[in-house]
């Protein structure tokens, strides 16, 4: 069974920082890529960050790079959303996804809207305070 969950959210101050985890189960870890996403109340769902297993391009949403990093363990099929500097506007849940075979530009091209994206998470609660 392919299992996805995530873990690592909470409520910090503006500022702050939370590592966000994604553990993965059930499937080929090396063959895909695993994606942050997160969605607001009333907004869209967006891409927040992504890594490919298979040959690390990694993406970032303009608005976290400098802040967020992704890191990916293969040998423990976990990757990793490092959260600094957090802004009120990040305040969403936060789901990782996965995706098969992506990788270099088609990464890059899927990573913002989750299309490819065969497995999600139940998501995680991250609120930043003012």
């Known amino acids: 069974e392919v299992q996805l969950v995530e873990s690592g959210g909470g409520l910090v101050q503006a500022g702050g920082s939370l590592r966000l985890s994604c553990a993965a189960s059930?499937?080929?870890?090396?063959?895909?890529?695993i994606g942050w996403f997160r969605q607001a109340p009333g907004k869209e769902r967006e891409g927040v960050s992504c890594?490919?297993?298979?040959?690390?391009?990694?993406y970032y949403k303009d608005s976290v790079k400098g802040r967020f990093t992704i890191s990916s363990d293969s040998a423990k099929n976990m990757v990793y959303l490092q959260m600094n500097s957090l802004k009120p506007d990040d305040t969403a849940v936060y789901y990782c996804?996965?995706?098969?075979?992506?990788?270099?530009?088609?990464?890059?091209?899927?990573?913002?809207?989750?299309?490819?994206?065969?497995?999600w998470g139940r998501g995680t609660q991250v609120t930043v305070s003012s």
């Open positions: 890594i490919s297993n298979i040959d690390g391009t990694t």
């Open positions: 059930g499937f080929r870890f090396d063959d895909y890529a």
């Open positions: 996804a996965a995706a098969f075979q992506l990788y270099e530009s088609a990464l890059l091209f899927y990573a913002s809207a989750g299309a490819r994206f065969d497995y």
